[in-house]
Nanobody, 124 residues
């Protein structure tokens, strides 16, 4: 079955960096886009970044643009989210997701597969 497994979360001070990884298995993802979302308790899941599996097209939420970078390593079936200049408001559970839809890739409901999430906590 399809599995997306995130890793790399943790506790970091404001201004610091973390790199999240998402390793995919169970099917071919060559026609998929991979996204990162985040969620805090009581709020909806929020789009962070997305990348087409071949790495050709990326997009970012305005709140992370210039600080976060999404990338892919196809031979390793892994997508990364490099997070720099972290802020307290970046604290959330971060989820990796996959979709074969072309449009609406900033919308969580359009994603078919999800990882279990990894906690990122940024302290002041």
């Amino acid at each position: 079955q399809v599995q997306l497994v995130e890793s790399g979360g943790g506790l970091v001070q404001a201004g610091g960096s973390l790199r999240l990884s998402c390793t995919a298995s169970g099917r071919t993802f060559s026609n998929y886009a991979m996204g990162w979302f985040r969620q805090v308790p009581g709020k909806e899941r929020e789009f962070v970044a997305r990348i087409r599996w071949d790495g050709d097209i990326t997009a970012y939420a305005d709140s992370v643009k210039g600080r976060f970078t999404i990338s892919s390593d196809n031979p390793k079936n892994t997508v990364y989210l490099q997070m720099n200049s972290l802020k307290v408001e970046d604290t959330a559970v971060y989820y990796c997701a996959a979709t074969n839809k072309v449009f609406g890739v900033r919308v969580a409901a359009n994603y078919d597969y999800w990882g279990q999430g990894t906690q990122v906590t940024v302290s002041s």
